[in-house]
């Protein structure tokens, strides 16, 4: 074989090593924006949340430790403005669990692993400080709305601190 045979091989390896590479790099680019673009919707989740209690402050009353939970209005639509509420919070919950858990499992780095260690730790606080979504999220309908990985996560918080509580 001549070189001239061989120009058309090499420059087709060429081009295929430079395209490999470049699918790499979308690739990983791709994943990288996802994780970014979630994180802002999860942060801009909460935001939403805290501009509710600003705009409503009634909405507070959902907390056993805020002074306004000592005169809660049973209201049906002031009951109704709650239950929507704690609502929000569990999807927020379901889909922050889902992404950490089911679409990065084990993939996860270390700014995932402290992400959801933080999101656990706000998780389990409104259900610490929370009674009415306690309650709200052991009804059936709960219970049918959300993945069950997420239902048993979120029973094994309220088990604990149905536990916590009992023996204080």
Known sequence: MEIVEFVPI??????????????????RFSY????????????????QLDCQIINHPDLAAIYDYDPLSQKK???PIDVAKRTAFIYLYFNIFENVYIFYKDILGKKQNSMDVK???????????????SSEARTLFKQERSKEAYCSNFTTYVFDIINEVE??????
């Open 10 to 27: 090499v420059i087709s390896v060429v081009s295929l090593v430079i395209s490999f590479a470049s699918v790499v790099i979308v690739w």
């Open 32 to 47: 990288l924006s996802l994780r970014a673009s979630t994180l802002n919707e999860h942060f801009r989740a909460l935001v």
């Open 73 to 75: 209005s049973m209201d």
């Open 115 to 129: 992400n959801w260690e933080a999101w656990e730790r706000y998780i389990r606080r409104i259900f610490t400080e």
């Open 163 to 168: 536990k916590e509580k009992a023996i204080a």
